[in-house]
């Protein structure tokens, strides 16, 4: 089976795949690293797995994904949250002296107390956390660069600093999908192996334009007792204004045929995109 994550190797995605591994029975694993979101996405065909980040404690949802899942044909079969901190590297021996920054673009709104401390370097948005310490490894001697903390013990740097996130409680979800889309008339039949399930979803209203429409939505969670974990509106992109709602629900197992049951009939009045059910 081939694994899809966002490389290269050593990535924060790298590590979540390698954790989620661990809580899963595959065998003969076939790692393939591919450097944007849309190429981790479009690798995924049959029976294969993919890898991309959802969310991270300090610096929210990660949107390049979620625009992905908004049309995407995929269903996520699970999810992995893992600890996150960075160190910075630098080739000067004081904060003051650095003049330029890689920084991954996720990255930098977990280290904003570190980056308060540098306002005159140059900041270098990066796509990748390793792609930092490839440019600063490539670099100039005024670099500096935030790299992943399980880089620094093998790095030599004449400024290093650990943990610089915001603070040293951080983590990253991750989400694990599948290229089959996902039917509700299959889900529903799914054997959950624990108590507790999540299922994410995108329902779009014909129009926003109309007082109680969320309202309305959320009724019909509120009246089966369905726990939301997450709202959020993304933009159709028809139309300036226009949205879709990202949600996520939690339950426990016996709560699996009011979902479903829940989900048929808000899917006879708005356009429900399920992207999985899942043990949790
Ligand atoms: O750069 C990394 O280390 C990654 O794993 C990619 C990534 C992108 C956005 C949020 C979290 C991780």
Known sequence: MRFSVLGPEGTFADAAAKAYLKTQPYSNVIFDYHPTFDQVYQAVTGENIGLLPLENQLDGYVSATLQ??????????????????????????????????????KTEGQCQK????????????????????????????????????????????KLMLANVADQDDNSTRFIIFKAKPAKLSELSKVNLKTTHFKAPLFITPASNDKPGTLYDILGYFAKVNLNLITLMSLPTKNQLGEYAFYIEISGTRDQQEGLFATLREIAAKYQVHLLGFYAD
């Open 114 to 157: 570190l980056l308060a401390k540098l306002p005159n370097a140059q900041i270098i948005t990066t796509s990748s956390n390793m792609i930092s310490l490839r440019q600063f490894l490539a670099g100039e001697p005024d670099d500096a660069a935030i790299i992943p903390q399980s880089q620094m013990a093998a790095q030599t740097a």
């Open 68 to 105: 992905r899942l908004q049309t995407a044909d995929v269903t996520e079969i699970g999810e992995i949250t893992i600890p996150v901190n960075f160190g910075l590297v630098a080739n000067v021996d004081h904060l003051n002296k650095i003049k330029r920054l890689y920084v991954q673009f």
